[in-house]
């Protein structure tokens, strides 16, 4: 699995990286139902890029799209922030967590189930309304997956980045997840 990263990435073995999966960027169809603001979506992904950069500008950040993320408006995003290391890949997010130093969304990713079963650190920053956080209960959409929640909570979530940076907190990988016996991972990878 390392191989495939490091054929498909350049990266090597000891490179530290995040994943930034995403999902929807732009302004939200129906003005703000879910996110404060109408361009949430796509401010919370400059602000995510900012702030890991801010706490740990020698990571990498691997950025998974999605299908209906709009690549235009991301390398816009990019080309203003070409001091930070990015890299689009579109490996499997799981494939991808198994040496990431965590994970993270704006928005709870279906993607946080398989990089959580993994013992893969998962983080949703976002700025839900109040409604919508009522609705969760003050938490992720899916809390069993989602090892950290902010939701306008930018310090909250610069001390867990200084935690990770310092080796507080560490991906547990699970037994078998750092081989590939059944070459899953180059399968996913593909």
């Known amino acids: 699995m390392l191989q495939v990263l490091q054929n498909t990435h350049k990266l090597d073995k000891n490179s530290d990286y995040c994943v930034l999966v995403l999902s929807h960027i732009g302004q939200e169809m129906k003005g703000a139902k879910i996110l404060k603001n109408k361009d949430s979506w796509t401010t919370l992904v400059e602000d995510i890029l900012d702030i890991i950069y801010s706490e740990n500008p020698n990571i990498i950040i691997l950025i998974k799209p999605h299908i209906i993320t709009d690549m235009v408006l991301l390398n816009k995003i990019l080309s203003k922030r070409t001091n930070i290391k990015t890299m689009i890949t579109y490996l499997h997010p799981a494939l991808l967590a198994v040496k990431a130093k965590f994970s993270i969304a704006s928005h709870y990713s279906t993607a946080f189930q398989s990089i959580y079963y993994i013992g ?22 899916r809390p069993e997956f989602t090892s950290y929640f902010f939701n306008d909570d930018e310090n909250g979530f610069r001390t867990l980045l200084r935690d990770i940076n310092n ?6 990988l699970k037994n078998g997840y750092d081989e590939d016996p059944t070459n899953l991972f180059n399968d996913l990878s593909n």
Do not use: A, F, P
């Not at 920053?125 to 959409?141: F, G, I, P």
């Not at 080796?167 to 547990?172: A, C, E, I, L, W």
């Open 120 to 141: 893969g650190i998962t983080i949703e920053y976002t700025d839900q309304k109040e409604v919508y956080r009522k609705k969760l209960n003050y938490k992720s959409k």
């Open 167 to 172: 080796n507080k907190m560490k991906v547990k």
